[in-house]
């Protein structure tokens, strides 16, 4: 509950920033706008304030905004992409398709768009193109969420069975954003999926060291299990049961967990 009432009271300060915004754009001589700075300025901001009501859920005042920006221009790509976003929470997925591609048709460069289409072709299972739209988006060093790209990039390829790719693909995260906790599970399971034990385990050492000094970090079921794969491989059952015990108590139904059961009863 504490979280939904942050959430909608960012919302609420971010829509009310853009709408004051908003009106500087705007002559007050019926609505005209003074220049061509004018007209793309408040293109912008009628998107920045639909995306505002989108992540406040409120989807007919996103919906109203951005086709005002679409007025202003109807070839607004990020304007195209954020009504993608509404189809996409609406269920209404081949419409969002259909705008994903119309906003990425009048401007291929725009890479939030692509990355956005990106996560909606993963979220569909179709890795193999959401892995396309994620490798063209990642090619944009000026993006500033590329690390959150490679992230994606790497859950793309693990999808597909392409661990030494996902594995580099986090790795590349891992150093535009040292922080990424994403990146550094992904990394380690990812090597791990791969066979390459000896790169993983330094990895993983890291890893327990974060979490050990961060309550704000924790294993995942894949993480354990890539650990108690690591420690399988070099022969330290010791590690192997202090790690499945972790992975009993907290993930006792997970995937991972019935994975080292089975791995258990074939040993």
Known sequence: MIRQVSKYFLGAILIAFVAVSLTSCVTQRQGAFSSEADKKEAEKAYVRL?????QDENYERARRHLDRALEINDESAPALAAKALISQEQGEYQLAESRFREALEYDSDYTRGRSHFGVFLYNQKRYEEAFEQFRQASKDMDFEERAGVFVNLGRAADKLGRHVEAANAYK????????NLRAHLGAVAALVDAGRYDEARPLFDQLEARIR???????TPRSLWAGIRIAQHEGNQDEVASLALQLRKRFPDS???REYRSMKTDD
């Open 255 to 257: 995937k991972e967990h």
């Open 172 to 179: 590349r995260a891992m150093r535009l954003d040292r922080g």
């Open 50 to 54: 639909g995306l505002a009501y989108i």
């Open 213 to 219: 000094r961060s309550s704000q970090a924790n294993h």
